[in-house]
């Protein structure tokens, strides 16, 4: 299979990397510190056990003319700058290509939506985790399932097709039916607990869990997100969902979250399509969403502090 990579941060190049083994990977990115590093060394990966792997994807460029038409693209480029960037790599799809967001928070399928049509649109949720070491070498912080699905009812073969094709290459990927909101909203849960408040507070995930004060503030986020998901077509188990969302701080307790590296790096973080997409549908369903509110003024007013 032909998968371009538009991006190669920290999970594009970790998704790169393991897809290159079996598959045909074409990485594009606009930083040439990355690509240079790619082109010289291959992707390297340092895993948990102390290896360091380097994959070699079939191209690695800043000009996406040079990669023509994927079978599959898989984008990992923040949700304010991806339909920029789906435009300006529009060489990179066509009418067959597949186009698939594994990223956090609600909101990165309808900004492809801007460029692709809905049709070609995947989405899914990721357990890999990932810190950038230098450009083009990560640290592999986390694993586990890649789970992916299609509001289109008709591309559900496809999605096995990948989810065979992310197996082949030693990445556990589940082909799920209905709607993919649903992985979207569960891994959102997750994301709710724990990255607004490692932003804030740097620290490591565990500690949303382990201490009693953001373990309080997590549970009153996450139980405000269930309910605006309920109050929108979801139908999650309040105290299995929050449970579920501790569980990931506690499996991913070492990690440092994506919202924190953002705001260790003063880049502009997904506060808005995390818990801002709760408060906005939370205000269009008529469910309040008092904790969320103050969480997401926080992450706006440290980004003013860059
Ligand atoms: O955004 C992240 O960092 C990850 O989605 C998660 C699950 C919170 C683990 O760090």
């Not at 948990?48 to 040079?66: C, E, I, V």
């Not at 994927?70 to 984008?75: G, K, R, S, T």
């Not at 990179?92 to 692709?116: R, W």
């Not at 997590?218 to 105290?239: L, P, W």
């Amino acid at each position: 299979m032909k998968i371009g990579f538009l991006g190669c941060g920290n999970m594009g190049s970790i998704y790169a990397g393991y897809l290159s083994q079996v598959h045909d990977v074409y990485v594009f990115d606009v930083s040439e510190a990355t690509i240079d590093s790619v082109k010289k060394n291959g992707i390297l990966i340092d895993e948990p056990d102390g290896t360091t792997l380097s994959f070699r994807p079939k191209m690695a460029t800043t000009n996406p003319d040079d990669i023509g038409p994927c079978d599959l693209m898989i984008v990992f480029v923040k949700y304010m700058f991806l339909a920029d960037a789906l435009r300006n790599a529009h060489a990179m799809f066509d009418d067959h290509t597949m186009v698939m967001s594994l990223q956090n928070g609600i909101g990165n399928t309808d900004e492809i939506a801007k460029v692709v049509p809905t049709n070609q649109i995947l989405c899914g949720t990721t357990a890999h985790g990932g810190n950038t070491i230098a450009p083009g070498h990560v640290r592999h912080a986390g694993t586990g399932a890649t789970q992916i699905g299609t509001i289109d009812p008709a591309n559900m073969d496809k999605v096995r097709e990948i989810a065979a094709a992310f197996e082949a290459a030693g990445l556990p990927c589940d082909a799920k039916e209905g709607n993919p909101l649903n992985l979207v909203w569960h891994k959102l849960f997750a994301n709710i607990v724990i990255n607004a408040q490692t932003a804030l507070l740097n620290v490591q995930n565990k500690f949303t869990n382990d201490n009693e004060d953001a373990h309080y503030l997590g549970d009153k986020m996450v139980r405000e997100a269930i309910a605006v998901a309920n109050a929108t077509g979801g139908h999650f188990d309040v105290e299995e969902e929050v449970k579920g969302a501790f569980n990931v701080a506690v499996l991913t307790g070492e990690n440092r979250s994506s919202m924190l590296q953002d705001v260790d790096n003063k880049r502009r973080t997904e506060i808005d399509i995390i818990n801002g997409a709760v408060v906005k549908l939370g205000a269009e369903a008529g469910i309040p969403t008092p904790y969320n509110d103050f969480i997401v003024h926080m992450i706006h007013a440290k980004q003013a502090t860059y």
